[in-house]
């Protein structure tokens, strides 16, 4: 393993480890040396990538970040659905992408920059929502930033609500809901019968993400087996 | 002061610390103690009222539940508005509806049912929504306990959101934009036009109440003025 990839991996234990120590202790409570013990590293190795225990929630705060993509779509409203179901289905399935939203919700997390997240995912959100506007997608009074905040915000409701009550056992069932209340609000209806707002359409998402990350490495290594012959000779 | 009076204000000074003790220190943090010494009551007294922390607790997040109570409309869509935008409103001016609706939403409140007001609001929502239906004010496939969830999970979330990116300084405004989102997925068009869902809302119902309270209050002491000469002869 390159020496790059090892401090990926170390870096990503330590944040895994993080995550969990946030979730069950709160931002608060929870101390650096809880952190070590969980991630099973050195002082020096967790340092060395995070400065305090800021900067760690900082990091689980970022990394969920990275998990909203999904594959581009000829309709934009879909997209966006997409972003919102599929995050929905991680947060039942992905400790990290819980923690992550956790952090953000926390009320007591003092000094930790809560407002990241919500302008980030308000961002996308608007983001996609100006280019389904250019297409032709949007009823035309939709303003895209307030759209986008409020999908954002009720987004993060809805997942307190189902955590509270089912322990996100109905998540993706209330997105789903959630969804269908806001969307006929802002879309022509010609673009609203085409759209797949399914509960199940998180996990479809993820399972079609997982199969191009496969085949882009398969690729990868065919592309690396033909070029070794060359290097070797 | 009679005896009882007397009684319910001890038992609100204690649900005020307790709110401000709650909302400072977080559930979890809280003691009993602090609590005391924020009310300036003898342990005595506190005991009398709540045998513990979750009791305390389960006070403050009562307490909310009965600030929901708005005059009744002829039309129900409004009404659930009404209820809405006020507790928005409150939420900006009253620092016993923010404990509540803080330890309602607190993921670490361990051994407190959070449940309680999310159901207790949904039971409010499907019932206006059930009477909203019967007068045909609501589209034909509207289920209305689902739609009371969704409405309940998303205010929940937008609150979050403002608090984190404003401290609340746009609730009032984000509120209104949330209904302005999801009641045209719910209500016949006819209705929707006569509805008022301004930001300023909130308070105008807000004044409303404290006018009848008001009236009510010296209704009751024109009845006791009268009756007292009767009672003294």
Redo the contacts between chains.
């Keep these: 393993m390159a020496k790059q990839d090892r401090a990926i991996r170390t870096r990503q234990s330590i944040l895994v480890a993080a995550a969990r120590v946030f979730e069950e202790?709160?931002y608060?409570?929870a101390t650096i040396s809880e952190i070590l013990a969980a991630a099973g590293v050195t002082k020096g190795a967790l340092y060395f990538h995070f400065q305090s225990k800021e900067d760690l929630a900082e990091g689980v705060l970022a990394e969920q970040d990275q998990q909203l993509a999904v594959p581009s779509r000829a309709c934009k409203v879909q997209e966006l659905a997409d972003v919102v179901l599929l995050h929905a289905y991680r947060l039942q399935t992905d400790p990290m992408v819980r923690a992550g939203v956790?952090l953000?919700?926390?009320?007591?997390a003092q000094g930790l920059d809560?407002?990241g997240p919500?302008?980030r995912w308000r961002e996308i959100g608007t983001d996609l929502l100006m280019r389904a506007q250019v297409q032709g997608e949007l009823l035309p009074h939709v303003d895209p930033a307030?759209?986008a905040?409020?999908v954002?915000?009720?987004?993060?409701?809805?997942?307190?609500?189902?955590?509270?009550?089912t322990d996100y056992q109905d998540l993706t069932l209330?997105v789903s809901?959630?969804l269908?209340?806001?969307?006929?609000?802002?879309t022509m209806s010609s673009v609203l019968t085409a759209l797949d707002l399914t509960p199940q359409r998180g996990e479809k998402v993820c399972t079609e993400i997982e199969q191009e990350r496969l085949e882009l490495a398969a690729q990868e290594e065919r592309d690396a087996a033909r070029q070794e012959p060359a290097t070797v000779s």
């Design positions: 202790r709160g608060q409570a956790r953000a919700l926390d009320q007591r809560r407002s919500f302008l307030e759209t905040g409020i954002v915000g009720s987004f993060a409701g809805i997942q307190a609500m189902s955590q509270a009550l209330r809901e959630l269908r209340h806001l969307l006929p609000s802002i």
